[in-house]
């Protein structure tokens, strides 16, 4: 049987990075890609303030343009907060939910996340869902099981091929001055990808990112 063919996707994830001036980075990147096409999607998720700004820039263009968390309501008395319907009405096409650092400067839960995943697929946004073990939990030998509850209480059951991506971000090799195998990378996505092959229908289709060193 024929494997299903994935597009790949590229995702720059900004952070707390970038004014007005900034965006001339992305219509660079437009320009480069229109003449030099990638054989993948590609993705920036600047900060909300750019958002707007951005998706007129490159809407029509091979850029996509993402965003870096939401709230799990559509809205409400959530001072600082921002909907997923918000940020789809500013012309995202992407949220980044559960990064390691919501997870851990914000305290966010799996369950936590999971209800952000599907307040994004609510308001017709794929979630980047994102995953990954400490260094402490993979010197004790938990990464498997760390990452496995993750994907168990973070993404949702109706996720698709279409509107979930899943992203490994091992947080050991962010800042340590390790750096993660290839073949350490490669058996935690084909962990990843059977939990979703058995969970899903089209989970062998899901796209699985890496990020970190």
């Known amino acids: 049987m024929a494997l299903p063919i994935i597009t790949p996707l590229v995702a ?9 001036k900034d965006l001339e980075e992305a219509r660079h990147l437009q320009a480069l890609l229109t003449e030099n096409p990638a054989q993948a999607e590609v993705l920036l998720c600047p900060p909300t303030t750019l958002i707007h700004p951005m ?6 263009g091979p850029v996509s343009v993402g965003a870096q968390d939401c709230h799990s309501r559509e809205k409400g008395a959530y001072t600082g907060d921002i909907s997923a319907k918000m940020l789809a009405d500013l012309g995202a096409r992407y949220v ?11 305290n966010e839960t799996s369950e936590q996340v999971r209800e952000k995943a599907l ?3 609510n308001a017709t946004l794929s979630a980047i869902i994102c995953v ?9 030998g938990w990464a498997e099981k760390i990452v496995l509850d993750q994907l168990a209480h973070s993404v949702p059951d109706g ?4 509107n979930t991506v899943i992203a490994y971000e091992p947080i050991w090799a962010i ?5 993660p195998k290839p073949e350490d990378v490669a058996m935690m996505h084909q962990t990843i990808r059977d939990h979703l092959a058995d969970r899903f229908a089209l ?11």
């Open 12 to 20: 720059g994830n900004w952070k707390m990075h970038g004014l007005l």
């Open 55 to 60: 998706t007129a820039m490159v809407r029509g």
């Open 96 to 106: 980044i939910v559960g990064h390691s650092e919501r997870r851990e400067d914000h």
């Open 119 to 121: 307040a994004a697929h």
């Open 132 to 140: 990954g073990e400490t260094i402490s939990q993979r010197d004790a």
């Open 159 to 162: 996720a698709t091929a279409s």
């Open 175 to 179: 800042g340590t001055g390790r750096i």
């Open 203 to 213: 989970g062998d289709q899901m796209r699985i990112l890496y990020g970190a060193r």
